[in-house]
T-cell receptor, first 113, second 112 residues
Framework: AQSVTQLGSHVSVSEGALVLLRCNYS??????LFWYVQYPNQGLQLLLK??????LVKGINGFEAEFKKSETSFHLTKPSAHMSDAAEYFC???????????FGQGTELSVKP | DGGITQSPKYLFRKEGQNVTLSCEQN?????MYWYRQDPGQGLRLIYY???????QKGDIAEGYSVSREKKESFPLTVTSAQKNPTAFYLC???????????FGPGTRLTVL
């Protein structure tokens, strides 16, 4: 069965510091991978996605993620955190023909001034 | 602007009452989904539909029902059989299976 694990339910960084949110997945076939962001009491917004091709994917708001098949990882990074990055982030994987997404538990990012 | 609308944003109901959450999309997407979100549990799939007049149960379908009579609409009914209905409900759609999903703003249901 496919699964997604986000390491750390809460991550805190200082403004201007590197953001690293970890995501590992389990899948027996090549997955599609997604990162979404959710602000309080709002829906989810797609940050970036990996389907095929280049393993380093750039998304909105300066975020990027690298698909590492050997490590079954898809970690999200941003070189310099901004206060507006404070939100909850979800990693998701889609592997079957039904298009269902399997979500991780989420990581809440706090940014300190 | 194209997008997904959910109404109402906040909903309060008495225990034992059925309630229907609205989801409408004008993106011309074939697939639509309903998720439930609880603190610390991520998103869990309730129902999904790939085409009109067809839908499948997700991981937590018990106590919920849906219909898909029109391509743009996918209402969710929370029935009295759902033992713990208080949650944040999210509707999503995608062009096709496996594509990225676009989410609505959500409905927060509180059962008193």
């Amino acid at each position: 069965a496919q699964s997604v694990t986000q390491l750390g339910s809460h991550v805190s960084v200082s403004e201007g510091a590197l953001v690293l949110l970890r995501c590992n997945y389990s899948s027996s076939v090549p997955p599609y991978l997604f990162w979404y962001v959710q602000y309080p009491n709002q829906g989810l917004q797609l940050l970036l996605k990996y389907t095929t091709g280049a393993t380093l994917v750039k998304g909105i708001n300066g975020f990027e993620a690298e698909f590492k098949k050997s490590e079954t990882s898809f970690h999200l990074t941003k070189p310099s955190a901004h206060m507006s990055d404070a939100a909850e982030y979800f990693c998701a994987v889609s592997v079957d023909q039904g298009g269902k997404l399997i979500f991780g538990q989420g990581t809440e990012l706090s940014v300190k001034p | 602007d194209g997008g997904i609308t959910q109404s109402p944003k906040y909903l309060f109901r008495k225990e034992g009452q059925n309630v229907t959450l609205s989801c409408e999309q004008n993106l011309n997407h074939d697939a639509m989904y309903w998720y439930r979100q609880d603190p610390g549990q991520g998103l869990r799939l309730i129902y999904y539909s790939q085409i009109v007049n067809d839908f499948q149960k997700g991981d937590i379908a018990e106590g919920y029902s849906v219909s898909r009579e029109k391509k743009e609409s996918f209402p969710l009914t929370v029935t009295s059989a759902q033992k713990n209905p208080t949650a944040f409900y999210l509707c999503a759609s995608s062009i096709d299976r496996g594509d990225e999903q676009f989410f609505g703003p959500g409905t927060r249901l509180t059962v008193l």
